[in-house]
């Protein structure tokens, strides 16, 4: 009898109590690197651009070995921005002989323990390849180097076992080593492995069930395309009856914040000139109908409504923060010999992102977004702010010449009135 109840104080009062003294040390109400908020300048987006094309050579298709040197600013510049795919945060990367320093800070989401979580740690990678986390701290908490060993081990072992693809990744690479200065790495680029990563990444980057829901968006899409004629027409003649079938879904399955996440994911595929089987090549017990194309308009302009729609769609697929740093990366890109930097399709953009937040915040926000885009009176200044004014086609110089660069005043005084043009939007106005 008191074991039964020694058994049943710490189910019920031990371990509630380790649980909330464990959220209690990793939180924190400061963070460990400040996160700067800076934009993309035009230097990092050249040198972004730089980085992927010299270093993931896409288009080869023989077999060949590739010697990669990433400087430490170009890690770090790469380590925030990949961060950020997957979590609010920021990341610092200290390179020394043969060990990497990490520090970072995530945003929690119980911010009721603290606004943040606090990383410190050390990686010791030798010029054997070996791997070995020698230091980890997370908050006021203290890793033991024992238990650090045993999940690296453990989980290395699991993936290798059940992945091929990661024993084929870990195959490849030949030689790497950590310097004060730089990272260098040689790997032999095989195309075939790199298909295979990336079909492994879908599924393991969307779940069967929602794999399923964009799949029945991207048909419906597909049936309402086939049944129109005008090449080119106002994109509420294809947004209005989407959501239509989205919210007679949600009525059935109370699922409004996934039916939206997948109707975007849908709507976004398409937006940009693919079909879904390219993404999501379809499995023996699956059907995916072909659309037929239009030159669907937003603002009378068939780009505006790809930037909307797109943005949209990688909102939902990684966060508004990297969302808006594509929108606004995209924009310098044009600007240094493409289109020329518009603010026109950078309103778009912003408008797409805010779109999604709202459809997939949650239930209440994402059934109200689907009652007024169902809405068979739809209009597309319902969703979309007046680019009237915006400047638009600068060169680099140009943009230079009027903003400097897009942390600067005078870009900010634009991006406030395309902010105070979207919060004036209906949809963002009755909805907010």
């Given at each position: 009898m008191r074991v039964t109840v020694y058994v049943l104080s710490f189910l019920f009062i031990g371990l509630p109590v380790l649980g909330l003294s464990f959220l209690l040390l990793i939180h924190s109400g400061t963070a460990l690197v400040a996160d700067t908020g800076k934009p993309l300048s035009h230097e990092n987006v050249k040198r972004i651009k730089k980085i992927i094309e010299h270093n993931l050579p896409r288009g080869a298709r023989q077999r060949h070995f590739k010697l990669v040197e990433l400087r430490e600013d170009e890690l770090n510049l790469a380590a925030r921005y990949g961060l950020r795919r997957v979590i609010p945060g920021n990341v610092v990367l200290k390179l020394?002989?043969?060990?990497?320093?990490?520090?970072?800070?995530?945003?929690?989401?119980?911010?009721?323990?603290?606004?943040?979580?606090?990383?410190?740690?050390?990686?010791?990678?030798?010029?054997?390849?070996?791997?070995?986390?020698t230091h980890l701290?997370?908050?006021?908490?203290?890793?033991?180097?024992?238990?650090?060993?045993?999940?690296?081990?453990?989980?290395?072992?699991?993936?290798?076992?059940?992945?091929?693809?990661?024993?084929?990744?870990?195959?490849?690479?030949?030689?790497?080593?950590?310097?004060?200065?730089?990272?260098?790495?040689?790997?032999?680029?095989?195309?075939?492995?790199?298909r295979r990563l990336q079909d492994r990444g879908q599924d393991l980057l969307i779940s069967p069930a929602l794999r399923a829901r964009v799949i029945a968006h991207s048909n419906e899409l597909a049936k309402i395309t086939r049944a129109q004629r005008s090449k080119k027409i106002s994109v509420t003649a294809l947004i209005q009856p989407m959501f239509?079938?989205?919210?007679?879904?949600?009525?059935?399955?109370?699922?409004?914040?996934?039916?939206?996440?997948?109707?975007?994911?849908?709507?976004?595929?398409?937006?940009?000139?693919?079909?879904?089987?390219?993404?999501?090549?379809?499995?023996?017990?699956?059907?995916i109908v072909l659309p037929a194309y239009h030159r669907y308009l937003l603002s009378e302009r068939h780009d505006l409504y790809q930037h909307y729609f797109v943005s949209a769609g990688l909102t939902v697929a990684a966060g508004m923060g990297l969302a808006d740093a594509i929108g606004v990366a995209k924009e310098i890109s044009d600007s240094m010999g493409g289109s020329g930097f518009s603010f026109a399709d950078l309103i778009a953009d912003r408008s797409g992102v805010s779109f999604?937040?709202?459809?997939?915040?949650?239930?209440?926000?994402?059934?109200?977004?689907?009652?007024?885009?169902?809405?068979?009176?739809?209009?597309e200044k319902d969703f979309m702010p007046a680019i009237t004014d915006l400047p638009e086609g600068l060169n680099e110089k140009t943009f230079k010449q009027r903003y400097k660069n897009v942390g600067s005043v005078e870009y900010q005084q634009l991006q406030n009135i395309i902010e105070e043009r979207i919060r004036e939007t209906r949809i963002f106005r009755g909805l907010n």
């Amino acid at each position: 009898m008191r074991v039964t109840v020694y058994v049943l104080s710490f189910l019920f009062i031990g371990l509630p109590v380790l649980g909330l003294s464990f959220l209690l040390l990793i939180h924190s109400g400061t963070a460990l690197v400040a996160d700067t908020g800076k934009p993309l300048s035009h230097e990092n987006v050249k040198r972004i651009k730089k980085i992927i094309e010299h270093n993931l050579p896409r288009g080869a298709r023989q077999r060949h070995f590739k010697l990669v040197e990433l400087r430490e600013d170009e890690l770090n510049l790469a380590a925030r921005y990949g961060l950020r795919r997957v979590i609010p945060g920021n990341v610092v990367l200290k390179l020394e002989y043969q060990h990497i320093g990490i520090r970072a800070t995530l945003l929690s989401p119980l911010t009721i323990f603290g606004a943040y979580i606090n990383l410190e740690g050390d990686v010791r990678v030798d010029d054997l390849m070996t791997v070995e986390i020698t230091h980890l701290k997370v908050g006021k908490l203290d890793v033991p180097a024992w238990l650090l060993k045993h999940v690296l081990d453990y989980t290395h072992r699991y993936t290798a076992q059940r992945y091929e693809e990661y024993r084929a990744a870990l195959s490849s690479l030949r030689n790497l080593r950590v310097r004060p200065d730089k990272i260098v790495l040689t790997y032999e680029w095989q195309p075939e492995l790199f298909r295979r990563l990336q079909d492994r990444g879908q599924d393991l980057l969307i779940s069967p069930a929602l794999r399923a829901r964009v799949i029945a968006h991207s048909n419906e899409l597909a049936k309402i395309t086939r049944a129109q004629r005008s090449k080119k027409i106002s994109v509420t003649a294809l947004i209005q009856p989407m959501f239509v079938f989205a919210l007679q879904r949600s009525l059935k399955n109370n699922l409004a914040v996934e039916e939206n996440k997948a109707l975007l994911l849908a709507l976004s595929v398409y937006a940009q000139g693919f079909y879904l089987k390219r993404y999501l090549p379809p499995k023996k017990d699956e059907r995916i109908v072909l659309p037929a194309y239009h030159r669907y308009l937003l603002s009378e302009r068939h780009d505006l409504y790809q930037h909307y729609f797109v943005s949209a769609g990688l909102t939902v697929a990684a966060g508004m923060g990297l969302a808006d740093a594509i929108g606004v990366a995209k924009e310098i890109s044009d600007s240094m010999g493409g289109s020329g930097f518009s603010f026109a399709d950078l309103i778009a953009d912003r408008s797409g992102v805010s779109f999604a937040e709202l459809a997939t915040r949650d239930e209440k926000s994402a059934l109200a977004v689907q009652q007024f885009m169902a809405n068979e009176n739809l209009a597309e200044k319902d969703f979309m702010p007046a680019i009237t004014d915006l400047p638009e086609g600068l060169n680099e110089k140009t943009f230079k010449q009027r903003y400097k660069n897009v942390g600067s005043v005078e870009y900010q005084q634009l991006q406030n009135i395309i902010e105070e043009r979207i919060r004036e939007t209906r949809i963002f106005r009755g909805l907010n």
